[in-house]
C-alpha cells in the first residue's frame, strides 16, 4: 500500500531531506559523543549540557564557517539539534526527544500491512 505523501508529517520528510546530505548526517552522528568525537580545547561551555561551539564543528570538518553554519541551520531548521547562544558563539545539541519520535515516525510509516 503506497503512503501519499500528504499523509506524512511535513518534520519527518523536512529531517529525511536534511540527513540526505551525508556530511549532515555525520554530524548529527558525532553530536551523540561530542566529548568523544570533537576537540574541545578552549571550550567555554559544556558540550553535553550546552551543546558544540560551531568553532569547534568547523575545526573538524575542514570546512568555511558559512558552510558548517548553513549545515547546522538544516539541522536545526529540521528540528535534529537545539543551537544555543553563548556570549557570541553558536553551540548545537541533539534534540534526542525530536530524534527519537522522528524515528518512531518513520518505522510507522514504512510499516507495510499484511493483506
Wanted: proline share 4%; net charge neutral.
Amino acid at each position: 500500500m503506497l503512503v501519499p505523501e500528504t499523509s506524512l508529517d511535513r518534520g519527518l520528510l523536512d529531517a529525511l531531506q536534511a540527513l540526505s546530505n551525508p556530511m549532515r548526517f555525520q554530524l548529527l552522528a558525532w553530536l551523540r559523543d561530542p566529548v568523544a568525537n570533537f576537540t574541545l580545547d578552549g571550550a567555554i561551555a559544556d558540550p553535553v549540557e550546552v551543546g558544540v561551539c560551531v568553532t569547534h564543528i568547523r575545526d573538524k570538518v575542514g570546512l568555511a564557517q558559512s558552510t558548517v553554519s548553513a549545515y547546522m541551520a538544516e539541522l536545526e531548521r529540521a528540528g535534529l539539534v537545539r543551537a544555543t547562544r553563548v556570549g557570541k558563539w553558536t553551540h548545537y545539541k541533539r534534540d534526542e526527544e525530536r530524534i527519537a519520535r522522528l524515528v518512531a515516525e518513520l518505522g510507522q510509516a514504512l510499516h507495510v500491512q499484511k493483506p
